[in-house]
């Protein structure tokens, strides 16, 4: 099962990516100035923030699998824990000045155009 799980992670991480790139795009076409970088900042961070998210995910499945009792107690620990993380990344895009707050929202929506991805679009 670990296998596949890596395999399934891998491919998220890399649409993560690519839509990330498509979103950073997107804000150079329509946006034409500096405000482009700063929206491609916040990109990056919710970027590297989904891929964090990921990998948490992969070893919290793995081992609430793995766990005799007590599974359901750890991943609703760790959904909190990425949850939170979440939160850190939008305040931190919020407070940090040369990151849009916009592009950190717009890079998050990259997660679930992943795994939405994988379900439809990626066959094995």
């Given amino acids: 099962m670990d296998f596949d ?4 992670a891998n491919k998220m991480i890399m649409v993560i990516i690519c839509a990330s790139l498509v979103m950073i795009l997107g804000g150079i076409v329509f946006l034409r ?28 499945v793995t081992k609430a699998a793995s766990m005799q ?3 359901m107690g750890y991943t609703g620990g760790m959904y909190m824990v990425r949850f ?11 407070f940090i000045p040369f990151v849009e707050l916009l592009g950190a929202v717009f890079g998050l929506l990259a997660m679930p155009i992943a795994s939405y991805a994988l379900r439809f679009f990626i066959k094995d």
């Fill in 33 to 60: 100035s500096w405000l482009a970088v700063e929206f491609g900042l916040g990109v990056v961070l919710a970027c590297g923030l989904n891929i964090v998210k990921v990998i948490l995910l992969k070893y919290t």
């Fill in 84 to 94: 939170l993380l979440t939160g850190l990344v939008l305040v931190a895009a919020h």
């Fill in 5 to 8: 799980l890596t395999r399934y």
């Fill in 69 to 71: 009792a007590g599974g």
